[in-house]
Every structure is written in structure tokens, then in C-alpha cells.
């Protein structure tokens, strides 16, 4: 069947080559034991739970145009109504009815439905033992991924743990963000670092899956985030103690080409196959939207090109000089070519724009044909996380290291920036460093609003001219439709 074609290809693109004779296998919406009966099916039910991160919902749009809202950038894009959400999300003028809202709302609903069916589903299924804790791990860090979105921009949600069955409650009240992180996130995760093999026990074939560097990844930003620094630490200790590693260079991260995929410091990224018959909306769609929508517009430099998520001034002035990673994120006049081709200021209305997703013309032809993955977890945001964590439990000498470590790579080799610091002086450090690591990676959003309780959104906010921003904002409102469908949710205070 054509539907399940496509969950088969969109994950991993690997997956086709041995497994075409089950192709043909009824749809898994509504699983039961009689549905899944071998490991290729329980397999191909498996990989329908990574989907939905790859749709203009998630990753492939909503998730970066989060650091529009943070302030790293501006829409750009063709004026007037063109990202009409986007820029109300960044001007704090957004309400319930905001078309950005409601995706971010719904993005993660039918993962999470696609990972229930797995965790219910498998564990009564004789097939190869392997083969179903490997399933059911990667079910368990792919729901923690989906509430873990939902909880950081929502706060409280709905919660569902099993498929939906005739005669459940259909007007969920929302289950608080506490009991979310303690009863769904926190132990999905470590059951998936139980179940989950090492990333190099993967077959070539399955490179991208959810391994047990992901969730313990994954699970030191939740301990992060809930200010659980021990947690955290011991966490990204795991994580290095599995090998990870930074590319010896910055941009070996990003890019359209095989060698720049599942790298030695990739902890977890989502899979494009780049050859895709969908429409360019649709869920299938198999290009990442990256480059398409970040090169210069109107230039022809890379497929599409619509000139969104331009850099700002302020934040192109955060580079140190000496800083390797300027030249390799951001397009600026004087700066390095672009595929044999010189960017000018008039480009942007910034004067910049995004380099670190571009992929050439002769990667991806057209606007949907770009296989390049997008990194969500990356070993640096691990190493810059212990820093972190280190520095808040009052080991700033410590927490140097890791630091370190990330900006020697960047070309700012001088140890003596980062000792001898005070624990406010490494704070800040820290922080611009992630903001500069990370940067257009769907990260400082999240990053700003756990800081100091969201008081550092705020000020910073304000401090770059968005003075609409208000506490409430820390929080997006919950789409007025589903309030209207849903007599049992309550908005979020002040919308």
C-alpha cells in the first residue's frame, strides 16, 4: 500500500533496499496482534513513529523558525502577509488563532499515537527479542521527544499513553508539565537508554535510529531544563563515554552530502531521502525545507531560495574575532563565496543570511530535492550543557573544560578566556556560547525561557526591541480550536 511505502522510506533511507517484500502490508493506525506478526512488520510500525518529525509541523519548518521568536533573525522572506505567523510569534502579538501555534500544537499528536501503538503492541508479539526492545526503545525516546516539545512551549497538555480505543474519553483535561516530565518523559527515556543499542550496533541501513546516546543525550536537556544538574552531568558523562565526538570541523555538521550525516558527533538528526513524488506540503514530502527556505531570495544560488530567517545585526556582532564559525553560519558581504558565488548585502534586509543549511545546485536541484538531515542533538549542545551544569553546582573551574572544547574547535584557542572566571562571568559565557554553537538550530528559544525562570527571555527580549514580550509569553497559548472542540481545556494565563 502507497501510505505504508512511505513510512517505510521517509525514516531511513537504508530500509528500502532489503526490506521491499513487506511493502505491501496493511496500514498500523490501528495495530493489534494480528496485524503485527513479524519483525519487518513491527519494524515498518516502528519507523511510522519517526514520521511526523520530518513534517513542516516540526523540524522541517516550525522548529527553527523558533530562533526567529528568540531573536537571532528576522522572517525576510517576500513582505507583506508572506510568514504572517511567523512574524506575530516574533512580535508577541500572536493569539490562539495563529496558524505557527496550531502546528506546533499538532505536530507531535500523531507521533505520539504511532509510538503509544509500538508500546502497546509489542511487547505480546514473539519476534526476535533484539528486534523488539530495539523497537520499543526507540518508541519510548521518540514520545519523550514529542511531550518534551509539547511541555517546554505549552506547559501543561493532554496526555495519552495507549491507542485511542472505542469508548475513551475524547475531551482530555490537560495533565500538569511536572507530572509529564516525572511519569512520561524521565522514564521513557531511561527505558530507552535500557533498551537501546549503541549507535555503532546499528547496520549501515539502519544509521539514524534512536540510539542509547540519543536518549541519554536527550535526557541530560531534560534534567537540564528541570535544573537537575547532578542528573545532567552524569548523563552527558554517558554520552562521551560512548565514543561521541566533535567533527574536526564545524561544518562537516551541516550539509547535503553523504559524509555530513549521522557524523561522529551527530547524536540524533532527522532523515531526508531529498527524491520525493509528494507535493511539497504534504506529510511524505521527503526534501529538507533548510536550504529552500534560507538561501538569498530571488538569487537561483540553491533550490528555492525565499530568503527566510535572517540574521540580525545584533546578533552577527556576538562573533569574536578569530571565530571559525562565522563564515561557515552566516552569509555576509566579504565573506568566503558561496559556491563560486560572491554574497552582497542587498540580499537581505538584514544584510545577512543563513549559510550553515545551504546546499548547492548540484546537491539539490530544485526546492524539493535537498537529502541533507536536520541535527536535533548534536555533541557539542551535550558538551556545552555539562559546562553549564557544572558551573550552576558551583564547579566554574570545571566546567572550562568542556567549554573549551567547543570553542577550540571554533578557532579561539586561548584557554585563558575561559579560567579564572566568576560563576556569573562562566554563566554568560556559557550562554553566548550556546547562542553562537547553536545558532538557527531551533535551540535558543528553549534556552532563553529556562533561564532564570524565563526572567532572561524577558530582559533580553526587551533589550533587542521586542517590548511586547510578557511573562505570558514564556508560554504559547493553546489554539482556540481545540479549546472550542475540547470543553476541558483551559487556556494559558493571559491569552
Not at 563515554?241 to 550539509?255: Q, V
Request: with cysteine; net charge negative; hydrophobic share 35%.
Amino acid at each position: 500500500m502507497k501510505k505504508i511505502t512511505y513510512l517505510l522510506l521517509i525514516v531511513l533511507p537504508g530500509l528500502f533496499i532489503s526490506c521491499s517484500d513487506y511493502l505491501d502490508r496493511e496500514p498500523f493506525e490501528e495495530p493489534s496482534s494480528g496485524t503485527i506478526k513479524d519483525e519487518a512488520s513491527a519494524i515498518a510500525m516502528t519507523n511510522a513513529a519517526y514520521q511526523p518529525m520530518q513534517r513542516p509541523k516540526l523540524y522541517n519548518m516550525r522548529m527553527w523558525t523558533l530562533d526567529i521568536m528568540a531573536g537571532n533573525s528576522v522572517v525576510g522572506a517576500g513582505g507583506g502577509d508572506d510568514g504572517i505567523e511567523t512574524i506575530q510569534l516574533a512580535n508577541f502579538v500572536a493569539g490562539p488563532d495563529n496558524f505557527g501555534v496550531i502546528d506546533l500544537w499538532r505536530g507531535p499528536n500523531p507521533g505520539i499515537l504511532y509510538c503509544n501503538n509500538v508500546i502497546e503492541t509489542l511487547p505480546g508479539i514473539d519476534i526476535n527479542p533484539a528486534v523488539k526492545d530495539r523497537c520499543i526503545g526507540e518508541a519510548r525516546f521518540l514520545r519523550a521527544n514529542y511531550y518534551f516539545i509539547l511541555v517546554q512551549l505549552f506547559g501543561d497538555v493532554p496526555v495519552s499513553l495507549t491507542p485511542a480505543k472505542p469508548g475513551d474519553d475524547l475531551f482530555p483535561a490537560r495533565t500538569s508539565r511536572e507530572e509529564i516530565y516525572n511519569s512520561i518523559i524521565i522514564p521513557d527515556l531511561l527505558e530507552a537508554i535500557h533498551l537501546l543499542p549503541r549507535r555503532e550496533e546499528y547496520s549501515n541501513q539502519d544509521k539514524g535510529r534512536a540510539s542509547k546516546g540519543a536518549a541519554a543525550g536527550l535526557l541530560a536537556k531534560v534534567y537540564l531544563t528541570l535544573g537537575q544538574y547532578d542528573k545532567c552531568i552524569e548523563m552527558c558523562n554517558r554520552v562521551e563515554s560512548l565514543g561521541y565526538t566533535l567533527n574536526p570541523d564545524y561544518s562537516d555538521c551541516f550539509g547535503g552530502e553523504e559524509r555530513n550525516k549521522n557524523t561522529a558527533e551527530s547524536l540524533f538528526e532527522i532523515q531526508y531521502l531529498g527524491l520525493t513524488k509528494a507535493g511539497f506540503w504534504d506529510d511524505e514530502n521527503q526534501a529538507n525545507w533548510l536550504s529552500t527556505y534560507m538561501g538569498p531570495r530571488n538569487t537561483g544560488w540553491v533550490g528555492g531560495g525565499y530568503g527566510w530567517n535572517q540574521p540580525t545585526e545584533e546578533f552577527v556582532k556576538l562573533y569574536e574575532a578569530g571565530d571559525l564559525r562565522k563564515d561557515k553560519t552566516i552569509l555576509y558581504e566579504g565573506g568566503p563565496a558561496f559556491d563560486n558565488k560572491q554574497y552582497k548585502s542587498s540580499m537581505s534586509g538584514t544584510g545577512y543570511n543563513v549559510r550553515k543549511f545551504l546546499v548547492p545546485l548540484s546537491v539539490s536541484p530544485d526546492y524539493n530535492t535537498n537529502p541533507a538531515s536536520i541535527i536535533a542533538l548534536r555533541y557539542a549542545d551535550v558538551l556545552l550543557m555539562k559546562a553549564e551544569a557544572l558551573n550552576e553546582l558551583g564547579n566554574t573551574g570545571q566546567a572550562a573544560e568542556p567549554l573549551y572544547e567547543v570553542r577550540k574547535r571554533a578557532g579561539l584557542t586561548n584557554l585563558a578566556d575561559v579560567q579564572n572566571l566568576t560563576q556569573a562571568a562562566m554563566r554568560e559565557k556559557i550562554r553566548k556560547e550556546r547562542r553562537i554553537e547553536l545558532a538557527f538550530e531551533g535551540h535558543r528559544w528553549f534556552d532563553l525561557i529556562r533561564w532564570d525562570g524565563g526572567q532572561y527571555a524577558l530582559n533580553f527580549l526587551h533589550s533587542i526591541g521586542k517590548v511586547n514580550a510578557q511573562p505570558k509569553h514564556l508560554l504559547l497559548p493553546i489554539p482556540q480550536r481545540e479549546i472550542d472542540a475540547n470543553p476541558n481545556l483551559k487556556q494559558n494565563s493571559g491569552y
